[in-house]
């Protein structure tokens, strides 16, 4: 029977000597460590899972890909990512639109890979067909989605989402942003002080706030995605319905040392200044915010505007699912961040919110064999060039960051050992339970 040893293994909200063995992909015994412990002292964590993913695929395939963004999941230690429905064209918005989506990622899938259904006008009646296939949940806009097939729901939109998704018994995952905030460009648009004066933070707040009103009068579960300010995470913590997450780049940098012309860095909602990174940095340990996701979305040189550097037309979207472990250890190391902690925010919770943790996000006997084997005292310079994601333009490029991914294990196979993806399978997931 395989087994797997290490002196830090993270099982049980702790971190302790442990030897995990497992079956035809599954664990089925966890017992204490020993002093043969193959992975030495290095840290077996559970397999990641990313809940915020965007793929593109079928539509904008020249963005990204399953082939190759589950690649560079794997070799960031995810063994499970959840796509977004905007981006891709058909938007996965309609029975359908996901047997679309499904057949584009069958055969190409490195690891295991779910998917969100969407909301826009006229679409609500596809819900319940798409949550008895297997969806987890939906995504719907209070602002422009950027991409013309995807629009936004109103005020009245957005109270109906709510009421139906409270009846389906699955989560709204808002992106919330209130249009009547956002501000246009008043200066050159190549000055990120420009760019961050459009999306100020009360553009965030007011719209959590609205978003736990309608969540508190409809019963609805409404969690807020990429969370970038104090004042955001502050009215998630004042609303029993909302729950919250953030991004790396929001807890890693700040608006103050991003040059003017950046173009990678710019994302919406923008990262904002570094008071704001440690309110971030506060609500996670508070537990107002329960994880850190990517929000992975790359996209070719020419629409980020890399050689203009006008903040005002490229795409906002930042590519670092490859990276998510080392970002956040980086960051989080320096504030005594724990390894329970790390797999919490980035395995257990986002599992949970996407309808998988009976089988996915800890280390435990039933659960799918998924680990991701790291060694916190490595280092590595980041070259965008070198990652796997469809395209190399990352606001990390040139960083040193902490940790190393050594090894990652789907199901019980190496599909990610020392630089190199060896293979893998991934199955394409329903909501489990």
């Known amino acids: 029977m395989p087994t797997l040893r290490s002196s830090r293994v993270v099982v049980s909200g702790e971190v302790r000597p442990a030897t995990v063995r497992y079956e035809a992909g599954v664990v089925v015994d966890i017992g204490s460590g020993t002093a043969d412990a193959d992975y030495g002292d290095l840290v077996v964590m559970p397999g990641l899972v990313d809940t915020h993913v965007h793929v593109n695929e079928p539509g904008r395939t020249e963005w990204e890909g399953f082939e190759t963004a589950t690649k560079a999941a794997a070799a960031g230690g995810t063994t499970t990512i959840v796509d977004m429905p905007l981006n891709s064209i058909p938007p ?3 029975l359908e639109a996901l047997g679309v989506k499904r057949s584009a990622a069958a055969g190409k899938l490195t ?64 992106h919330a942003e209130d249009p009547a905030l956002i501000l246009q460009f008043d200066h050159d648009p190549r000055l990120y002080d420009s760019y961050l004066a459009t999306r100020p933070t009360n553009s965030e707040s007011v719209a959590i706030e609205h978003a736990g009103v309608l969540a508190s009068e409809t019963g609805a579960m409404v969690h807020i995605l990429h969370v970038s300010s104090g004042e955001g995470a502050a009215k998630i913590a004042s609303e029993p319905q909302l729950t919250g997450e953030t991004c790396p780049h929001y807890l890693v940098f700040c608006a103050e040392e991003i040059e003017d012309g950046a173009t990678p860095f710019k994302c919406a909602p923008p990262i904002r200044e570094a ?23 790359p996209a070719p040189a020419g629409i980020k505007e890399i ?51 009976g089988r ?17 005292d490595g280092e590595e310079t980041i070259r965008g060039a070198s990652l796997l994601h469809r395209h190399p333009i990352t606001p990390y490029e ?12 789907l199901r019980g196979q190496t599909v990610y050992d020392r630089g190199v993806v060896t293979g893998g399978t991934g199955l394409i997931l329903e909501r489990h339970g």
């Open 92 to 94: 996965t918005v309609s």
């Open 111 to 174: 690891v295991d890979t779910a998917f969100w259904g969407g909301l826009i006008p006229g679409s609500f009646g596809e819900i319940d067909g798409m949550v008895a296939a297997g969806v987890p949940g939906f995504k719907a806009f209070m602002v422009a989605s950027g991409v013309d097939e995807f629009p936004s729901l109103d005020a009245d939109q957005l109270l109906g989402a709510m009421r139906v998704l409270s009846g389906a018994g699955v989560p709204l995952l808002l």
């Open 275 to 297: 008071a704001n990174r440690e309110a971030l940095w506060d609500a996670l340990g508070a537990g107002s915010l329960s994880m850190v996701v990517s929000d992975h979305s």
């Open 307 to 357: 050689e203009s550097g006008d903040l005002a037309r490229a795409w906002g979207g930042i590519g670092s699912l490859q990276l998510r472990l080392q970002a956040t250890w980086t960051a989080g190391s320096a504030r005594g961040l724990g390894f329970e902690q790390l797999a919490d925010w980035l395995a257990y919770n986002p599992a949970a919110l996407a309808g998988l943790a």
């Open 360 to 376: 996915k996000g800890a280390i435990g006997e039933g659960k799918d064999a998924d680990f991701v084997i790291f060694d916190p």
């Open 398 to 409: 040139g960083m040193s960051l902490r940790g190393t991914v050594v090894q990652t294990v």
